[in-house]
């Protein structure tokens, strides 16, 4: 910019540059100073043909600008964003939640990560060790009470969760064109090989497998490799066209956009976890919700186990399956809230569609006054640098914008270099958000 760059003369003018932007850096004129020439010279009848541009889209007119609510000449630009700094990142409204893992599951980074601001302690089931939940939870509960700080915890169930099976050698490669088979294993030994592709014989699977019709497409790895199905086999077997191909490692995931599975939301590991973790934990987080009933077999654990209405865990749905962002009136009526889970959504969906429907979903959670929850992916980098980058701090603060009540850190909490440090990050970058709250209003 004109601060930055300042040449004692110019050694290059562009004349089809209609803002003479480089003769303002050139010139070592200041931003401010290159603003009011333009404006001087454009308000001075000029004499001079105009000079054609060399595209013809006129400037500007973006799609959403003219949606813009008002003019930005009311805003003070000086006390609204250049003199002013978060003062204390834990005086915000909006919340922390982090993930524990290897790098923070003790009592040390317990207490370092509620004096850097975490509000909300996160037990992800899928990687539940015996006795961790047992060991972390009073811990949790024990140096929030020593730092005086109101704390929380969310237990998140896994739901189920569809994977290939072991590959027999170290990977198998997919070509594009190739048919291959999908099918439940027949014993211990049936190993996904080249030309076909094992799962282990669970209800979910099944299901998932019995659900495949033709013309569907089936998500290998995240979405890295894909495959359409073109022929029904067996019950529990379909013959599938590669399209993206790859190397194929074990134990990968398998996502099936168009499908709503036939079975329930909760595996027997689920309700075992939700078994010790339900009158121990502030919110309950389901995995893989499609609709209304799959929020219900959670009420009912409760209901079986006595637990009054105010000794409950607050229900949050993550909506990360097309078939929830259909039903989404019918799951949040029984929830208490919902997370806005872009990993899997993004596979499901495709990344290009993830953005509206982030919006969509907090506009709906605020609409029914429940908490909203966005998160994965907020400050990934920062899992090894101890800074995020411009992007990650303007996707967690337009996901305040947007009416989060609570943005989340996964791995860079679980397993990064650098939990304490994201979580300050995270807090100052809520709490400079939320200053602009008179300004700004959500973009929906």
Not at 49 to 68: I, L, T
Not at 77 to 96: H, Q, T
Request: glycine residues 8%; aromatic residues 4%.
């Amino acid at each position: 910019g004109g601060e930055a760059t300042r040449d004692p003369a110019p050694t290059y003018v562009d004349p089809n540059d209609p803002k003479g932007k480089q003769q303002a850096i050139h010139k070592a004129e200041t931003f401010a100073d290159y603003l009011a020439r333009r404006n001087a010279e454009s308000a001075a009848p000029s004499l001079a043909a105009p000079v054609s541009s060399v595209s013809s889209v006129s400037p500007g007119g973006a799609g959403y600008s003219s949606k813009h609510s008002g003019p930005s000449s009311y805003i003070d630009i000086s006390s609204e964003l250049l003199n002013w700094r978060p003062e204390d990142p834990l005086a915000r409204k909006g919340k922390v939640v982090g993930t524990l893992g290897p790098a923070t599951m003790n009592e040390e980074m317990i207490e370092k990560l509620i004096k850097s601001g975490l509000d909300v302690f996160r037990l992800n089931s899928s990687h539940r060790q015996s006795g961790d939940f047992e060991r972390i939870v009073p811990l949790i509960r024990a140096a929030a009470k020593k730092l005086g700080r109101s704390v929380y915890i969310l237990g998140d169930l896994q739901g189920p969760k569809f994977r290939c099976g072991t590959v027999k050698d170290e990977s198998i490669e997919l070509v594009v064109g190739e048919t291959v088979e999908m099918a439940l294993m027949q014993s211990n030994d049936d190993l996904t090989v080249p030309g076909r592709i094992t799962l282990a014989d669970t209800t979910e699977q099944n299901a998932m497998l019995r659900g495949l019709e033709v013309g569907m497409d089936v998500l290998l790895n995240d979405g890295f490799f894909a495959m359409k199905v073109t022929q029904r086999v067996a019950p529990d077997t379909v013959k599938c066209e590669i399209s993206i191909g790859g190397s194929l490692k074990s134990r990968k995931g398998i996502n099936v956009p168009d499908l709503q599975i036939d079975c329930a939301a909760l595996t027997a590991k689920d309700r075992d976890d939700a078994a010790y973790l339900l009158d121990k934990v502030d919110y309950m987080a389901v995995s893989f919700v499609q609709k209304g009933g799959d929020i219900q077999e959670l009420i009912d654990i409760m209901d079986a186990k006595g637990m009054k209405a105010g000794a409950r865990p607050l229900i949050i749905p993550k909506i990360e399956k097309p078939a929830a962002l259909k039903n989404i009136d019918e799951i949040l009526a029984l929830s208490d809230g919902l997370m806005v889970a872009r990993g899997d959504m993004g596979v499901e969906l495709g990344l290009e569609r993830v953005p509206f429907a982030q919006k969509f979903l907090i506009k709906k959670a605020n609409e029914a006054n429940k908490f909203c929850i966005t998160a994965t992916q907020m400050m990934e980098s920062m899992i090894e640098a101890p800074v995020p980058t411009r992007a990650e701090v303007s996707d967690v603060a337009n996901a305040i914008f947007d009416g989060s009540d609570a943005v989340m850190l996964s791995g860079e909490c679980a397993v990064g270099k650098f939990p304490c440090e994201t979580v300050e990050a995270m807090g100052r970058t809520i709490s400079a958000a939320e200053h602009h709250v008179r300004v700004m209003s959500p973009g929906f």
